[in-house]
């Protein structure tokens, strides 16, 4: 069963561009999540997607927005690049399943570096 | 802001446990609380949640004290790889539970 894949792994951007992250969930599940993690901090919630509706959002600008396909997987955007966006950009997915709760998962993360 | 209070870091000796508290004095009745960890610049790794009862899986064993006020996640027999960032969080189901991390503890272990 695989887990969550996200895609690319590393990513380098100059400032003012625009960036694309994609994630595909873990089998089965039907919500995605998008957290930042800048250098030595915890991750902080982005938004999240369901039913391809974005359902909640953190404090983050208008720059950063989402999507959310028939099957389940999910694009970040990110507009106008700022040096401060370089971070891990972190994926996870949930779903109600037989066995478990809406417990995230995360996949291995995309590394932006904005120069 | 994160619900919940961890020491920043912990040193334990390899084979030996681990034992990582954590303080959620404001927790809800209905808010479980979840571990997790994240070994250098890889994604969180999903460890064990509970509620009330003490929970245990083929990591780790979560104990939640009967007031719900604090907890500790014990990694029975610690090796190096177990070396990570352990996140402590408090969080309800469904659309209202998203993950609200902290600073973590950062847990050493040394042959």
């Known amino acids: 069963d695989a887990g969550v894949t996200q895609s690319p792994t590393h990513l380098i951007k100059t400032r003012g561009q625009q960036v694309t992250l994609r994630c595909s969930p873990k089998s089965g599940h039907d919500t995605v999540s998008w957290y930042q993690q800048a250098l030595g901090q915890g991750p902080q919630f982005i938004f999240q997607y369901y039913e391809e509706e974005e359902r909640q959002r953190g404090n983050f600008p208008d720059r950063f927005s989402g999507h959310q396909f028939p099957n389940y997987s999910s694009e970040l955007n990110v507009n106008a690049l700022l040096l401060g966006d370089s971070a891990l950009y972190l994926c996870?997915?949930?779903?109600?399943?037989?066995?478990?709760?809406?417990?995230?998962?995360f996949g291995p993360g995309t590394r932006l570096t904005v120069l | 802001d994160a619900k919940t209070t961890q020491p920043p870091s912990m040193d334990c000796a390899e084979g030996r446990a681990a034992n990582l508290p954590c303080n959620h004095s404001t927790i809800s009745g209905n808010e479980y609380v979840y571990w997790y960890r994240q070994i250098h610049s890889q994604g969180p790794q999903y460890i064990i949640h509970?509620?009330?009862n003490n929970e245990t899986n083929e990591m780790a064993s979560l104990i939640i004290t009967e007031d719900r006020k604090s907890s500790t996640l014990i990694l029975p027999h610690a090796t190096l790889r177990d070396t990570a960032v352990y996140y402590c969080?408090?969080?309800?189901?469904?659309?209202?539970?998203?993950?609200?991390f902290g600073k973590g503890t950062k847990l050493s272990v040394k042959p």
């Open positions: 996870a997915s949930s779903g109600w399943t037989a066995t478990a709760t809406d417990t995230q998962y």
């Open positions: 509970g509620l009330k």
């Open positions: 969080i408090v969080r309800g189901r469904g659309s209202q539970g998203n993950l609200i």
